[in-house]
């Protein structure tokens, strides 16, 4: 049912649509703040996500098992995906249904930005940049800038 409301909702067209997927994440999500943004099309696959506040969610993202730090924004586009592990092979090869890997929570730290068409499978530490089209298989610490595929660290507090 969760699921069927999740898609429902992010379909849900202008400001009337913002406002209604944010009550719906506000009573189901871990965690979500009334002061956030949720844009069209844009859906959380696991209510064990957590939305801080003022973060802003861009159109047509999925975000899965979740924890996005207050005032992050993320742009369109964008996969947060519940780990690197969600399927695995077996020993002839066959691959496994999703309630066969292992799923873990990915966490986005405070104050970050996630650029359009990102990938982010591992955790994105607090004030971090990461680059339109990167794809996150690794942790990347705070206050960096990464870009890429696979994405490493440009630029750190330290180098600016």
């Known amino acids: 049912m969760y699921t069927i409301c999740a898609h429902t909702y992010a379909m849900a067209p202008g ?3 913002d406002y209604l997927r944010i009550a719906f994440y ?4 871990s965690e979500c703040s009334l002061s956030s943004c949720v844009s069209f099309g844009s859906f959380f696959a696991h ?22 730090g207050e005032h992050t924004q993320i742009a369109s586009g964008v996969q947060i995906l519940s780990g690197r592990r969600q399927h695995s ?7 496994s249904g999703v309630g066969d890997g292992v799923l873990t929570t990915v966490t986005i730290g405070a104050h970050c930005w996630i650029g359009a068409g990102a990938i982010v499978m591992a955790d994105v530490g607090p004030g971090t940049t990461i ?6 298989t690794h942790p990347i610490p705070a206050k ?17």
Do not use: D, M, W
């Open 15 to 17: 400001l009337v649509g």
């Open 26 to 29: 506000r009573l189901t999500l």
């Open 47 to 68: 209510p064990e996500a957590r939305l801080g506040s003022r973060a802003y969610v861009g159109s047509f993202c999925i975000i899965g098992k979740a924890v996005i």
């Open 89 to 95: 092979r077996n020993e002839e090869g066959h691959i």
């Open 131 to 136: 680059g339109a089209g990167a794809v996150v």
């Open 144 to 160: 960096s800038v990464a870009v890429g595929n696979p994405a490493r660290v440009v630029r750190t507090a330290a180098q600016s």
